[in-house]
């Protein structure tokens, strides 16, 4: 045991150790033009790609900042704050959907994908955030929407004047129904919100035709594309050029597992987005046409000349968000000359379990390192309930967020970290009257949806929105609790024992020790439950307790930083330690 329980070092038994070393205020050095935090300060000992052990952070524009005072967050708002990621020291910001759309579903339904949504801001207002990112040293991805369109789209309406079979149509998925009258949808899907995956239009108009069912796999704003018509694939391919055109560093691809459905389209049967285990299996999921698509896509990020007239080859990144649980399946995304990530539901989704954890880590790395791929770790988004009250809410939720994001930064490959996170926001309340997420209507009421982890930041002061919007709280996009005073930026900036210090104090030891190249990750032990431990590299061995009692440490080993403070060679139940392991 004692070997996998490395500890402080003789001498560090005086009392309480903090545990985040306080530094100077990264804004300020990164505005002083000290070298920037991002890409341009990480070493690339062996070369690889920029992305292979990076840390993306992922910026919802209209719960990050307000920069014109209407209550709701924008580009303008955000490039005036993009100095707090220079600071945390992430190497790239995925930004989400800030393209024009009727806001059907968080903006993920987007009525014209080569445009910046007017409350917003203007493609110059793009431009500006682009070039003020790569000033910074950060990389910027865009976020793709390639499954469907909105229904406001010009598409969509042109389908839905045109008659059914007509060329408009065909960029669509629609079908006639079952039964007498074609009145049973095409067949058995299901929405990923709640009800059939079908809604019928009226086929009585001039011209129409009989009354058709059209696809969606989310809410019935949202059409699905056909991705076998050629113009789609057209159309996909411009607005990738447009944003390469637009400084964009890559991609996150919305959905990309569901794009092509299966030839005939037929039932899916049980288990539909019960069963995630079996997800791949599904007839709109993981569809083999999808990799040629995405190799397509990755000739064009390597090929397209970037603003300076130059594309680097392999430097440009396309992340998927390929919602499959099987991480052989998933991998095949990550293959060479595809993705470059993929993001890990299997991690966001594992409970607070020492044998849970450690079966997504050893079925992830096993994954990845077969095909060469770098393994990424996603603790939340903004579609999932915040860490804090994932894992118990309160105290006990809070300390195990910090635990489970040690340990995430700890693992060798990519991390995502969602707004918010780093400052340890739990999900927060929204009042009924102002939820915005479709899920709460199309559960009929039972599913409170997303909008409480998608609540404004609070960046400083005492009284809400601190400092997100000069405007009232109360016309802000989600109104922020009157309980967040001490969660602010600035008052966590101050507090070297901060959930905010500790994400940056873990991400400047995570780029100066990078993970070992060679070799598998070994995790440490029998794999009790109780405990789990590898080491990152030589000099950083991650630990951490999961179980009820403490674990003692080994004298030898120095803590270089724990997400509590650590009481001599003890670790504390719910804790994470990362050592520079001593001779032995
Ligand atoms: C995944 C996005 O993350 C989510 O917010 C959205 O609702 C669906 N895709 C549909 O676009």
């Given at each position: 045991m004692r070997a996998a329980h490395p500890a402080t070092r003789p001498g560090d038994e005086s009392g309480d150790r903090t545990h985040a070393a306080p530094e100077g205020h990264p804004?300020?050095?990164?505005?002083?033009?000290?070298?920037?935090?991002?890409?341009?300060?990480?070493?690339?000992?062996?070369?690889?790609?920029?992305?292979?052990?990076?840390v993306c952070y992922e910026l919802y524009p209209r719960s990050f900042a307000d920069g014109d005072g209407d209550g709701t967050g924008d580009l303008r708002g955000a490039t005036a704050?993009?100095?707090?990621?220079a600071g945390l020291g992430v190497d790239a910001v995925w930004i989400?959907?800030?393209?024009?759309?009727?806001?059907?579903?968080?903006?993920?339904?987007?009525?014209?994908?080569?445009?910046?949504?007017?409350?917003?801001?203007?493609?110059?207002?793009?431009?500006?955030?682009?070039?003020?990112a790569h000033a910074l040293g950060l990389r910027v991805l865009v976020d793709l929407?390639?499954?469907?369109?909105?229904a406001a789209h010009p598409w969509f309406r042109e389908a839905l004047a045109a008659p059914a079979g007509g060329e408009a149509r065909d960029r669509y998925v629609f079908r006639d129904g079952r039964g007498p009258g074609g009145r049973t949808p095409p067949n058995d899907w299901l929405s990923a919100f709640g009800g059939p995956a079908w809604t019928r239009v009226p086929g009585d108009g001039p011209g129409t035709g009989p009354a058709q069912w059209y696809l969606h796999l989310h809410t019935p704003h949202q059409p699905d594309l056909n991705w076998r018509n050629p113009a789609v694939a057209a159309e996909?391919?411009?607005?990738?050029?447009?944003?390469?055109?637009h400084g964009a560093d890559g991609f996150r691809v919305d959905v990309a597992h569901t794009l092509f459905k299966a030839h005939g389209l037929p039932d899916a049967g049980h288990g539909q987005h019960t069963e995630p285990h079996r997800n791949h299996l599904m007839p709109y999921h993981d569809q083999e046409e999808l990799h040629p698509l995405y190799r397509r896509w990755r000739t064009v990020l390597d090929s397209h000349p970037g603003a300076d007239g130059t594309a680097a080859v392999g430097d440009r990144l396309l992340v998927g968000e390929v919602i499959l649980f099987d991480q052989r399946r998933l991998a095949r995304y990550v293959r060479p000359g595809e993705m470059g990530h993929v993001l890990n539901f299997a991690w966001t989704d594992?409970?607070?379990?020492?044998?849970?954890?450690?079966?997504?880590?050893?079925?992830?790395?096993?994954?990845?390192?077969?095909?060469?791929?770098p393994a990424t770790w996603t603790l939340?988004?903004?579609?999932?309930?915040?860490?804090?009250?994932?894992?118990?809410?309160?105290?006990r939720g809070a300390r195990r967020a910090r635990a489970a994001a040690l340990l995430t930064l700890a693992l060798p490959g990519a991390a995502y970290v969602y707004q918010g996170e780093e400052l340890g926001l739990p999900q927060a309340h929204v009042p009924e009257d102002r939820r915005r997420d479709p899920v709460w209507e199309l559960s009929g009421y039972t599913d409170q949806g997303r909008d409480g982890c998608r609540v404004p930041l609070p960046w400083q002061g005492s009284t809400s929105p601190y400092g997100f919007s000069e405007a009232p709280p109360e016309d802000c996009w989600f109104p922020p609790p009157d309980d967040w005073a001490p969660l602010t930026v600035d008052a966590q900036h101050r507090d070297p024992g901060s959930v905010l210090s500790l994400y940056r104090a873990a991400l400047r030891l995570r780029r100066a020790h990078p993970p070992r190249r060679t070799g598998r990750l070994r995790l440490l032990g029998p794999g009790s439950g109780e405990w789990l431990g590898f080491d990152r590299g030589p000099g950083l061995r991650c630990l951490v307790n999961f179980g009820p009692a403490a674990l003692p440490l080994d004298p030898t080993d120095e803590v270089l930083l724990s997400s509590e403070p650590l009481h001599g060679h003890l670790l504390p139940p719910d804790t994470t330690v990362w050592l520079r392991p001593g001779p032995r």
């Open positions: 804004a300020g050095d990164a505005e002083a033009g000290a070298a920037p935090a991002g890409t341009a300060a990480r070493p690339e000992a062996d070369g690889g790609p920029w992305w292979r052990d990076a704050r993009l100095d707090h990621l989400t959907p800030f393209y024009p759309s009727p806001l059907a579903d968080g903006g993920y339904d987007i009525s014209d994908h080569t445009a910046v949504a007017p409350e917003l801001g203007t493609l110059d207002d793009w431009d500006a955030l682009t070039a003020r929407v390639p499954n469907h369109t909105s996909f391919e411009r607005i990738l050029r447009f944003w390469l055109d594992a409970p607070w379990e020492g044998r849970a954890l450690r079966a997504v880590i050893e079925e992830t790395v096993a994954a990845t390192d077969a095909v060469g791929a939340s988004s903004h579609d999932t309930l915040r860490p804090v009250s994932r894992f118990g809410g309160g105290e």
